[in-house]
């Protein structure tokens, strides 16, 4: 019996949009203010690195255990509870002006952020189907890379004018209309459970390490992790480090790249989500991948601001390609009844790569040579792909293979 293609954007998920708009803008201006900061009261590229990279610490275990409890409590309390974390962190920085305590402050903020992200991802799984994900998926990305586009674009302006601490603050107030959005306007999506009475009723899987047993998710495994090094480690960490010192670049002008990557991401990913829906995931997947690496080699040649501009370009269309793609491969195998543990595991692969791509950007960039620092997370990019392409298994177009999680035949 052939799918049913429900459509795509419904007025009432409009406030679910919304919320990961104002996301994207919070987020867009913090993206731009941590690496400047850290750079301003270290002047070391390295000490930038170990701040992004350990932030993603909280997210390797919190992104299971949010999972879990989305299974057990429902998903709109945890959605709830990340933003206010996330804000109340975002204000306490505001006053930060020392490393040592921003560190502190950002890996506690971090707890919001994986809380954010498993959550919003089970409510996306919820509300979608194997037929139309992938667009529905290009749709929440270009929610957050519209506000990727706006929050760095206004972002350096308020910190050229009032100085970094007006992006911490504009985060904060961000994540206060989110609060208020999801309390106010968002329904639950926690499928309802099944009465107790028939004793071969399915019960909601437990959390298991299980799924590294399949050669699917171990692809998606390292697709995750690939899409966190170019994001953490490239865009997040060394395109700021090195436009400010290698190329003399202020904050507004820093801002613009980041900005700019965001709207290559809007505009490649509603056409990548239709490509991944009709032809397949892995379509997307490998040559997204490929794409991250070979902007990372590129990047590690550029010398001007204009070559820099052009190569960011590049990267924010793989980095839409990739984090769409990883999403709605991790939403089509994961199991109905356990979405939440599930991708909160996957959120834990992803956290390996947030962890470990800034730190070895950093340490590359600081102590061998800009060079080494974007060859490395190319090579970590180009291995990625060659397992998607080699390992992974299609979910979803004519050679899908699997459906919601289930064999087909």
């Known amino acids: 019996m052939p799918e049913t293609r429900p459509r795509v954007l419904r007025a009432s ?8 708009f104002t996301w994207g803008f919070g987020t867009g201006a913090q993206n731009l203010g941590r690496p400047l900061f850290a750079l301003a009261v270290t002047g070391n590229v390295f000490l930038v690195g170990v701040l992004i990279a350990v932030n993603a610490i909280p997210r390797f275990f919190t992104g299971p255990l949010t999972g879990y409890l989305t299974d057990r409590l429902g998903r709109k309390p945890l959605i709830m509870l990340a933003p206010a974390i996330r804000g109340a962190t ?34 996306l799984s919820d509300v979608t189907t194997t037929a139309n994900r992938g667009r529905v998926l290009a749709l929440r990305q270009m929610s957050m890379r519209l506000g990727f586009v706006a929050g760095p674009l206004v ?22 209309v989110i609060v208020l959005t999801v309390l106010f306007l968002v329904k639950e999506t926690r499928p309802e459970p099944r009465p107790a009475a028939p004793s071969d009723a399915p019960r909601p899987r437990a959390f298991s390490l299980r799924p590294f047993r399949d050669r699917a998710f171990v692809a998606l495994a390292f697709a995750s992790a690939g899409g966190a090094v170019a994001q953490a480690g490239v865009m997040q960490t060394l395109i700021p480090a090195h436009a400010r010192l290698s190329l003399g670049s202020d904050e507004t002008a820093v801002g613009f790249l980041i900005s700019l990557a965001a709207l290559a991401a809007f505009l490649a990913a509603f056409p990548n989500g239709v490509i991944m829906d009709r032809f397949g995931r892995k379509v997307s997947l490998v040559p997204a991948l490929a794409l991250l690496a070979a902007a990372s080699f590129l990047l590690g040649i550029g010398d001007a601001y204009v070559v820099l501009a052009l190569v960011v370009v590049v990267h924010g269309v793989g980095g839409s390609m990739a984090m769409t793609g990883t999403h709605a491969y991790a939403m089509d195998l994961a199991p109905a009844d356990g979405r939440g543990s599930f991708l909160g595991l996957v959120m834990a692969a992803q956290s390996v790569g947030a962890i470990a791509g800034p730190a070895i950007a950093g340490a590359l960039y600081q102590f061998v040579s800009p060079l080494s620092a974007f060859v490395a997370i190319g090579v970590l990019l180009l291995t990625s792909a060659v397992l998607m392409a080699a390992l992974g298994r299609e979910t979803a177009g004519p050679r899908r293979v699997v459906v919601d999680g289930e064999p087909l035949g």
């Open 13 to 20: 998920n409009a406030p679910i949009f919304f919320s990961f």
């Open 90 to 123: 975002n204000f306490g920085q505001v006053f930060a002006d020392d490393y040592v305590t921003f560190l502190v402050l950002e890996l506690i903020g971090q707890i919001g952020v994986a809380m954010w992200a498993t959550s919003s991802n089970v409510l």
């Open 155 to 176: 972002g350096g302006v308020l910190a050229a004018v009032y100085g970094l601490p007006a992006l911490f603050l504009l985060n904060g107030i961000s994540k206060v």
